[in-house]
Protein backbone atom coordinates (compact mmCIF):
# COMPACT_ATOMS: atom_id res chain seq x y z
CA UNK A 1 0.00 0.00 0.00
CA UNK A 2 1.53 3.29 -0.99
CA UNK A 3 0.67 6.71 1.17
CA UNK A 4 -2.00 7.83 -0.65
CA UNK A 5 -4.12 4.80 -0.19
CA UNK A 6 -2.59 4.36 4.08
CA UNK A 7 -4.06 8.14 4.04
CA UNK A 8 -7.41 6.95 2.71
CA UNK A 9 -7.71 4.40 5.20
CA UNK A 10 -7.14 6.16 8.31
CA UNK A 11 -9.46 9.14 7.06
CA UNK A 12 -12.05 6.16 6.17
CA UNK A 13 -11.22 5.05 9.95
CA UNK A 14 -11.65 8.52 11.37
CA UNK A 15 -15.04 9.20 9.69
CA UNK A 16 -16.40 5.61 11.17
CA UNK A 17 -15.44 6.51 14.51
CA UNK A 18 -16.40 10.00 14.48
CA UNK A 19 -19.75 8.59 12.95
CA UNK A 20 -19.88 6.33 15.99
CA UNK A 21 -19.24 8.88 18.52
CA UNK A 22 -22.34 11.14 16.73
CA UNK A 23 -20.03 13.65 16.00
CA UNK A 24 -18.88 15.34 12.60
CA UNK A 25 -15.97 14.42 10.79
CA UNK A 26 -15.51 17.38 8.76
CA UNK A 27 -14.81 18.78 12.19
CA UNK A 28 -11.78 16.43 13.24
CA UNK A 29 -7.86 17.69 12.22
CA UNK A 30 -6.45 14.79 11.48
CA UNK A 31 -2.35 15.75 11.64
CA UNK A 32 -0.05 13.70 9.91
CA UNK A 33 3.13 12.91 12.44
CA UNK A 34 6.28 13.07 9.90
CA UNK A 35 9.15 12.79 12.22
CA UNK A 36 11.74 10.52 10.98
CA UNK A 37 10.73 10.57 7.30
CA UNK A 38 12.34 12.80 5.22
CA UNK A 39 11.00 16.26 4.02
CA UNK A 40 9.72 14.54 0.45
CA UNK A 41 7.30 13.15 2.35
CA UNK A 42 5.89 15.74 3.63
CA UNK A 43 6.00 17.14 -0.18
CA UNK A 44 3.90 13.73 -1.68
CA UNK A 45 1.39 14.63 1.67
CA UNK A 46 0.59 17.92 0.78
CA UNK A 47 0.18 16.74 -3.08
CA UNK A 48 -2.52 14.49 -1.45
CA UNK A 49 -4.10 17.94 0.27
CA UNK A 50 -2.58 17.12 3.70
CA UNK A 51 -2.36 20.55 5.45
CA UNK A 52 -1.08 19.39 8.80
CA UNK A 53 1.82 17.66 9.66
CA UNK A 54 3.54 17.26 13.22
CA UNK A 55 7.00 16.70 14.19
CA UNK A 56 8.16 15.82 17.55
CA UNK A 57 12.28 17.01 17.64
CA UNK A 58 12.94 21.37 17.30
CA UNK A 59 16.15 20.79 14.84
CA UNK A 60 14.40 18.05 12.53
CA UNK A 61 11.03 20.89 12.06
CA UNK A 62 13.40 23.70 11.57
CA UNK A 63 15.79 21.50 8.78
CA UNK A 64 12.66 19.55 7.42
CA UNK A 65 10.61 22.93 6.81
CA UNK A 66 13.71 24.74 5.57
CA UNK A 67 13.71 21.60 2.74
CA UNK A 68 9.59 21.79 1.92
CA UNK A 69 10.14 25.66 1.59
CA UNK A 70 7.02 27.90 1.95
CA UNK A 71 3.77 26.17 1.28
CA UNK A 72 0.63 27.87 0.87
CA UNK A 73 -1.91 26.35 3.78
CA UNK A 74 0.65 23.97 5.15
CA UNK A 75 0.59 24.10 9.27
CA UNK A 76 3.54 22.58 11.13
CA UNK A 77 2.86 21.33 14.42
CA UNK A 78 5.27 21.02 17.14
CA UNK A 79 4.24 18.03 19.18
CA UNK A 80 7.69 16.92 21.15
CA UNK A 81 9.09 17.49 24.85
CA UNK A 82 10.45 21.16 24.21
CA UNK A 83 13.74 22.99 26.58
CA UNK A 84 13.37 26.55 27.20
CA UNK A 85 16.25 27.35 24.93
CA UNK A 86 15.10 26.04 21.98
CA UNK A 87 11.61 28.11 22.19
CA UNK A 88 12.97 30.83 19.41
CA UNK A 89 13.47 28.23 16.49
CA UNK A 90 10.43 26.51 17.77
CA UNK A 91 8.54 29.54 17.62
CA UNK A 92 9.95 30.38 13.92
CA UNK A 93 8.98 27.56 12.78
CA UNK A 94 5.78 25.67 14.10
CA UNK A 95 2.64 26.98 13.59
CA UNK A 96 0.91 24.99 16.82
CA UNK A 97 3.01 24.39 19.69
CA UNK A 98 1.31 20.89 21.56
CA UNK A 99 3.59 20.53 24.18
CA UNK A 100 3.46 23.27 26.98
CA UNK A 101 3.35 21.59 30.33
CA UNK A 102 5.57 24.25 32.37
CA UNK A 103 5.52 27.90 33.59
CA UNK A 104 8.63 28.77 32.08
CA UNK A 105 8.07 26.80 29.17
CA UNK A 106 5.17 29.24 28.18
CA UNK A 107 7.11 32.16 29.35
CA UNK A 108 10.18 31.32 27.15
CA UNK A 109 7.82 31.05 24.10
CA UNK A 110 6.19 34.17 24.90
CA UNK A 111 9.30 35.67 25.18
CA UNK A 112 10.25 34.61 21.69
CA UNK A 113 7.20 36.31 19.89
CA UNK A 114 7.25 39.57 20.54
CA UNK A 115 6.47 41.45 17.62
CA UNK A 116 4.50 38.50 16.17
CA UNK A 117 1.66 36.83 15.65
CA UNK A 118 -0.12 34.70 18.28
CA UNK A 119 1.17 31.31 18.65
CA UNK A 120 -1.78 28.62 19.30
CA UNK A 121 -0.32 26.85 22.28
CA UNK A 122 -2.12 23.56 24.04
CA UNK A 123 -1.28 22.48 27.48
CA UNK A 124 0.35 19.32 27.20
CA UNK A 125 -1.22 16.72 30.60
CA UNK A 126 0.72 13.75 31.76
CA UNK A 127 -1.70 10.66 32.27
CA UNK A 128 0.37 8.12 33.67
CA UNK A 129 1.92 8.33 37.18
CA UNK A 130 5.05 9.07 36.33
CA UNK A 131 6.50 12.55 36.61
CA UNK A 132 9.97 12.01 34.27
CA UNK A 133 6.86 11.74 31.69
CA UNK A 134 5.90 14.87 29.30
CA UNK A 135 2.71 17.04 30.49
CA UNK A 136 2.04 18.43 33.66
CA UNK A 137 -0.10 16.53 36.39
CA UNK A 138 -3.83 17.14 35.65
CA UNK A 139 -3.85 19.06 39.08
CA UNK A 140 -1.83 21.41 38.28
CA UNK A 141 -3.48 22.59 34.56
CA UNK A 142 -5.91 24.71 36.02
CA UNK A 143 -2.80 26.93 37.50
CA UNK A 144 -0.65 26.54 34.20
CA UNK A 145 -3.38 27.64 32.00
CA UNK A 146 -4.24 30.74 34.02
CA UNK A 147 -0.68 31.72 33.66
CA UNK A 148 0.03 30.46 29.84
CA UNK A 149 -3.23 32.98 29.71
CA UNK A 150 -1.14 35.94 30.89
CA UNK A 151 1.14 35.07 27.86
CA UNK A 152 -0.17 37.95 25.60
CA UNK A 153 1.66 36.49 22.59
CA UNK A 154 0.26 32.81 23.52
CA UNK A 155 -3.55 31.82 22.63
CA UNK A 156 -4.31 29.04 24.28
CA UNK A 157 -6.17 26.59 22.14
CA UNK A 158 -6.56 23.55 24.68
CA UNK A 159 -5.11 20.52 25.38
CA UNK A 160 -3.04 17.41 24.55
CA UNK A 161 -1.94 13.94 25.85
CA UNK A 162 -0.17 10.99 25.20
CA UNK A 163 -2.26 7.82 26.21
CA UNK A 164 0.37 6.21 28.98
CA UNK A 165 1.04 2.46 27.75
CA UNK A 166 -0.04 -0.55 30.00
CA UNK A 167 -3.49 1.02 30.33
CA UNK A 168 -6.76 1.09 28.21
CA UNK A 169 -6.24 4.47 26.47
CA UNK A 170 -9.99 5.02 27.22
CA UNK A 171 -10.49 5.98 30.82
CA UNK A 172 -7.55 8.09 30.52
CA UNK A 173 -8.62 9.92 27.49
CA UNK A 174 -11.87 10.73 29.82
CA UNK A 175 -9.20 12.14 32.45
CA UNK A 176 -8.04 14.43 29.66
CA UNK A 177 -11.71 15.51 29.00
CA UNK A 178 -11.87 16.32 32.57
CA UNK A 179 -8.90 18.41 32.32
CA UNK A 180 -10.34 20.27 28.68
CA UNK A 181 -13.07 20.96 31.07
CA UNK A 182 -11.12 22.89 33.83
CA UNK A 183 -9.11 24.63 31.35
CA UNK A 184 -12.13 25.81 29.91
CA UNK A 185 -13.49 27.51 32.95
CA UNK A 186 -9.81 30.07 32.79
CA UNK A 187 -10.02 30.08 28.70
CA UNK A 188 -13.32 29.61 27.54
CA UNK A 189 -12.92 29.17 24.15
CA UNK A 190 -9.90 26.71 24.65
CA UNK A 191 -11.82 23.73 23.06
CA UNK A 192 -8.84 21.93 21.32
CA UNK A 193 -8.46 18.62 22.83
CA UNK A 194 -5.60 16.83 20.99
CA UNK A 195 -5.78 13.05 21.83
CA UNK A 196 -5.17 9.87 19.60
CA UNK A 197 -2.18 8.10 17.82
CA UNK A 198 -2.01 5.09 15.28
CA UNK A 199 -3.07 2.86 18.06
CA UNK A 200 -5.76 4.73 19.70
CA UNK A 201 -7.15 7.50 17.08
CA UNK A 202 -10.83 5.34 17.67
CA UNK A 203 -10.92 5.89 21.28
CA UNK A 204 -9.75 9.77 21.35
CA UNK A 205 -12.46 10.78 19.13
CA UNK A 206 -15.53 9.29 21.45
CA UNK A 207 -13.52 10.72 24.31
CA UNK A 208 -13.73 14.26 22.36
CA UNK A 209 -10.11 14.85 20.74
CA UNK A 210 -10.69 17.50 17.89
CA UNK A 211 -6.67 16.82 16.78
CA UNK A 212 -5.83 13.29 16.22
CA UNK A 213 -1.62 13.09 16.19
CA UNK A 214 -1.26 10.02 13.70
CA UNK A 215 1.99 8.97 11.88
CA UNK A 216 2.99 5.75 11.46
CA UNK A 217 -0.46 4.26 10.31
CA UNK A 218 0.09 6.52 7.37
CA UNK A 219 3.31 7.34 6.76
CA UNK A 220 4.62 3.57 7.33
CA UNK A 221 6.98 2.12 9.43
CA UNK A 222 9.48 5.08 10.90
CA UNK A 223 12.60 4.32 9.00
CA UNK A 224 15.65 3.48 10.92
CA UNK A 225 17.77 6.36 12.37
CA UNK A 226 20.85 6.14 10.86
C1 LIG B 1 5.16 9.88 17.24
C2 LIG B 1 4.04 10.61 17.92
C3 LIG B 1 2.72 10.44 17.48
C4 LIG B 1 2.32 9.50 16.35
O1 LIG B 1 2.51 8.19 16.75
P1 LIG B 1 2.00 6.93 15.87
O2 LIG B 1 1.84 5.85 16.86
O3 LIG B 1 3.08 6.66 14.87
O4 LIG B 1 0.73 7.32 15.23
C5 LIG B 1 1.74 11.18 18.13
N1 LIG B 1 2.03 12.01 19.16
C6 LIG B 1 3.28 12.19 19.61
C7 LIG B 1 3.53 13.11 20.75
C8 LIG B 1 4.33 11.50 19.01
O5 LIG B 1 5.59 11.67 19.47
Known amino acids: MGLGERLAEVDARIADAARAAGRDP????????????AAPVVDELYRLGVRDVGENRQQELTEKKREVGD???????????????KARAIRAAASVVHSVDRAR????????????PRLDVLLQVNL????????????????LAAHAAGCTTLRVRGVMAVAPLGEPPAPAFERLAACSATVRTVVPDAAWISAGMTADFAEAISAGATHLRIGSAITGPRPVRG
Do not use: C, S, Y
Open 26 to 37: GALTRIVVTKFH
Open 71 to 85: REGLRWHFIGQAQTN
Open 105 to 116: LADALDAAGEGM
Open 128 to 143: TDDPGRGGTAPDAIEE
